[in-house]
């Protein structure tokens, strides 16, 4: 008999472009060996070019989905993506204040990519007075925490009294991706800052980095990890699946998620 996997879940949008959101944490949490459970928030029409439509799940569908796999399927570590309405926001922190939020981790997508809003205005201040409260790990990019905390990242400390700010919301560690103003992984745990340096990442020219960061964190934490590790390895397996981003569409590269299988994907056909 074979034993229990970890489990993890997301709670984000559906992409049908296949490169973010749902369809990249799934492929993540496969890559690490955990079980993975989706609750779809809204459905998206998008590429690797932009995001050319959005519907919103109904939120006695979300609720639905989140109560039916917790009191069967349970879950080692959640993750949410794209929230996009206040109610859903709403509905999220409800079901997990009920069941419980074993180590959570935020991923405040607010703006995509291709600059299309994910977070209606309105649900931006039910975020953070009461979702972020309840995160272990919380993951803006620099335009992100800009938008949390109405402060301008110019320098490295600008992104220090940002991140301070952020923690100050309830979240244990606060992860600022880097960008150009902050060029390394800025870590916050509350008491010190910790710099995650790495290989460079093209990520103006790769899709769904955000949301596979996030899941792999995720994907981690159900396994037992601790935070800082898990942030750590996070980082290093994005890399690896960005340098084998996929040539497809005409816009960003999506990561490949599954890089490790491809030995075996190219060998002989089965018989």
């Given at each position: 008999m074979t034993s229990t996997p970890p489990r993890a879940m997301t709670i984000a949008g559906s992409d049908a472009g296949g490169g973010s959101g749902v369809q990249a944490d799934l492929k993540t949490f496969a890559a690490f060996g955990v079980y993975g459970t989706s609750v779809v928030t809204a459905v998206t029409a998008q590429n690797t070019r932009e995001v050319a439509a959005i519907a919103e799940v109904p939120e006695e569908i979300v609720i639905a989905q989140i109560d039916t796999i917790v009191e069967d399927i349970g879950t080692d570590a959640i993750k949410t993506g794209m929230l996009s309405a206040r109610s859903i926001v709403e509905v999220v922190v409800d079901r997990l204040g009920a069941w419980g939020a074993p180590k959570l981790v935020v991923d405040p997508l607010i703006i995509a990519a291709s600059g299309a809003p994910l977070l209606q205005p309105d649900a931006l201040a039910t975020l953070k007075r009461e979702l972020l409260p309840m995160a272990l790990v919380v993951t803006p990019t620099v335009q992100q925490i800009e938008l949390l905390t109405h402060r301008t990242i110019r320098s490295p400390e600008d992104g220090h009294a940002a991140a301070r700010m952020l923690s100050a919301l309830g979240p244990r560690y606060v992860v600022l991706k880097g960008g150009q103003t902050v060029p390394s992984d800025l870590v916050f745990d509350g008491e010190s800052f910790t710099a995650l340096?790495?290989?460079?990442?093209?990520a103006a020219n790769l899709y769904g980095l955000d949301s596979t960061f996030s899941a792999a964190i995720t994907a981690l934490l159900a396994r037992g990890e601790e935070p800082m590790?898990?942030?750590?390895?996070?980082?290093?397996?994005?890399?690896?699946?960005?340098?084998?981003?996929?040539?497809?569409?005409?816009?960003?590269?999506?990561?490949n998620h599954l890089f490790a299988l491809e030995p075996l994907a190219s060998g002989p056909a089965p018989s």
């Open positions: 340096d790495g290989a460079p990442v093209d590790a898990a942030i750590a390895t996070a980082k290093r397996y994005v890399e690896q699946a960005a340098r084998a981003a996929y040539a497809v569409g005409d816009g960003r590269k999506p990561l």
